[in-house]
């Protein structure tokens, strides 16, 4: 079946450096990823829409500057969290669509990465 | 914009049926997804059902869909501990658009 492979699982930094966490799709080619935050025991938000070869899409209220993403090639995406502060620590998951032409099957999800800045 | 809400807690016994309620405002929803996210983990697909359906059995899972009080449910047989987990239901129209998910309800199986 269609994986997304995400890494690091689980990453611990200091306030003011740079985070970069790699979503890759590995059997099957995602133009389009979806970067997600979980707060504790809350459900998902989309933090961005990231297309390959071309610029995210950012939901309302979450800073570009703050979390890069690029979208080099079909099988990469990349958040990177800059300048992370202690409110950025989070679970955060990417997903992709798995098939162009049939929704049904859902979007695949990556294992998340929980970070922490202290 | 859209919304999916969902009831935060259902605790059964091992062997009895789960039924997890899911409501939500977007009428124009084309799939609705389950799925079932461990803790720590990222989130695995149940089962989806398309907007035209009114049921779906796979299994253990049976998901009820009324279109009409925009209302979503899903029925797992037989509850193991190992279903412990938070099920989010999700929402999505057609074309590359983004999941909605529910706020997620977590089931506690006990013995």
């Known amino acids: 079946g269609a994986v997304v492979s995400q890494h690091p699982s689980r990453v611990i930094c200091k306030s003011g450096t740079s985070v970069k966490i790699e979503c890759r799709s590995l059997?099957?080619?995602?133009?389009?990823m979806f970067w997600y935050r979980q707060f504790p025991k809350q459900s998902l938000m989309l933090m961005a829409t990231s297309n390959e070869g071309s610029k995210a899409t950012y939901e309302q209220g979450v800073e570009k500057d703050k979390f890069l993403i690029n979208h080099a090639s079909l099988t990469l995406s990349t958040l990177t969290v800059t300048s992370a502060h202690p409110e950025d620590s989070s679970f955060y998951i990417c997903?992709?669509?798995?098939?162009?032409?049939?929704?049904?099957?859902?979007?695949?999800f990556g294992s998340g990465t929980r970070l922490t800045v202290v | 914009g859209e919304d999916v809400e969902q009831s935060l807690f259902l605790s059964v016994r091992e062997g009895d049926s789960s039924v997890i309620n899911c409501t939500y405002t977007d009428s124009s929803s084309t799939y609705l997804y389950w799925y079932k996210q461990e803790p720590g983990a990222g989130l695995q697909l149940l089962t989806y059902?398309?907007?035209?359906?009114d049921m779906k059995q796979d299994q253990r899972l049976t998901v009820l869909l009324n279109k009409k009080d925009k209302h979503l449910s899903l029925r797992i047989a037989d509850t193991q501990t190992g279903d412990s987990a938070i099920y989010f239901c999700a929402e999505s129209n057609t074309g590359f658009q983004k999941l909605v998910f529910g706020t997620g309800t977590r089931l506690l199986v006990s013995p």
């Open positions: 059902i398309f907007s035209n359906m």
């Open positions: 059997d099957f080619q995602a133009t389009t």
């Open positions: 997903s992709a669509n798995v098939g162009s032409s049939d929704f049904s099957l859902g979007y695949t």
